[in-house]
């Protein structure tokens, strides 16, 4: 349960989505989650952090751990679906 208290706050899965394609720094990383503001990224970076999905690499930037790669993975079926699911709403 855990998991799921963590993955349902606000932004904290949209984080590790947009951490997907590599490292990113701070205002790179809350530019791509729709300015959400910079008090809320943070906190949700600590809290990524002392889950142990996220860390901060050396020059700064944001990527995740091996287990947040983990994570990711295990999000992409949720992705597929939700790109079915939305083929089939109206327009």
């Given at each position: 349960?855990?998991?799921?208290?963590?993955?349902?706050?606000?932004?904290?899965?949209?984080?590790?989505?947009?951490?997907?394609?590599?490292?990113?720094?701070?205002?790179?990383?809350?530019?791509?989650?729709?300015?959400m503001?910079?008090?809320?990224?943070?906190?949700?970076?600590?809290?990524?952090?002392?889950?142990?999905?996220?860390?901060?690499?050396?020059?700064?930037p944001?990527?995740?751990?091996?287990?947040?790669?983990?994570?990711?993975?295990?999000?992409?079926?949720l992705?597929?679906?939700?790109?079915?699911?939305?083929?089939?709403?109206?327009?």
């Amino acid at each position: 349960m855990a998991a799921l208290d963590l993955f349902g706050r606000r932004w904290t899965l949209r984080i590790i989505w947009e951490l997907h394609e590599g490292p990113l720094g701070f205002r790179p990383l809350q530019q791509r989650c729709d300015d959400m503001s910079s008090s809320v990224l943070r906190q949700r970076l600590l809290e990524l952090i002392d889950a142990g999905l996220v860390h901060q690499t050396s020059e700064g930037p944001y990527a995740l751990t091996p287990l947040g790669q983990d994570a990711q993975e295990a999000l992409r079926p949720l992705s597929r679906w939700s790109d079915r699911w939305a083929a089939t709403l109206p327009a």
